[in-house]
């Protein structure tokens, strides 16, 4: 998985924002629906879905129908099973006191915030597993293909990378954790004054 830092300054306000599909787990039990040219369908896991070469060409040969239902979204990541190492990571920060969002692909923006404060737990100071509970909260948690906002872009890559944008007002620092190279890309090229990007690295 990479990671990849966008340094606004390094005082005041930080931010680390998360992916959830292939970033903070393996979700179970949802998947994107591929129409094949014989008429047939194949069922593909958000991690294969993300190695799709999808364009707005051939879009319609995928059919999300599975993340538009509520329940199956709330279910795939409530018994998602986690990502040890990525979870290790975001541990790090929230003990730095960094506050917590969410940036993800996915619908339903109510639906996940819930399904992630109910999900994602991290270990204090002294070793124990917490809720993340508090910590992590509404207004910081951005499903950027819910149908009942109008996030800025025409696909899911330029809408985070324009959230980013957007919070880079508020936050002087800010962390993305995401696992696909399209969002990392977009982000990259955002032309921001007094932005510079820190080297991607890959966590195990």
């Known amino acids: 998985m990479k990671l990849f830092d966008v340094l606004f300054e390094e005082k005041g306000e ?17 998947f994107v629906i591929k129409k094949n040219p014989d008429g047939t369908e194949t069922k593909l896991t958000p991690d294969q879905y993300a190695k799709e ?14 993340f538009k239902d509520p329940d199956k979204v709330y279910s795939s990541i409530t018994t998602g099973l986690p990502i040890i ?26 639906v996940t915030f819930n399904a992630i404060k109910d999900w994602l737990q991290f270990r204090d100071k002294t ?5 993340i509970g508090d910590k992590l909260v509404r207004n910081l948690v951005y499903a950027i293909n819910d149908e009942n906002k109008k996030y800025r872009g025409t696909t899911s890559f330029e ?20 696992d696909d190279p399209k969002n990392l890309k977009a982000v990259k090229d955002l032309h921001l004054q007094n932005v510079f990007a820190k080297q991607a690295h890959k966590a195990e």
């Open 14 to 30: 930080n931010l680390v924002l998360l992916d959830i599909d292939d970033t903070l787990l393996k979700a179970n039990n949802i």
């Open 53 to 66: 070469k999808v364009t707005p060409e051939n879009q319609k040969n995928y059919d999300y129908r599975e």
């Open 85 to 110: 190492p990525n979870l290790k990571i975001i541990d790090e920060y929230i003990k730095r006191g960094w506050k917590i969002g969410v940036l993800t692909a996915r619908a339903f923006e109510e």
């Open 127 to 131: 070793g124990n597993l917490q809720s």
């Open 159 to 178: 809408r985070k990378a324009n959230v980013i944008q957007d919070l880079s007002k508020r936050y002087d620092r800010i962390v993305l954790i995401d």
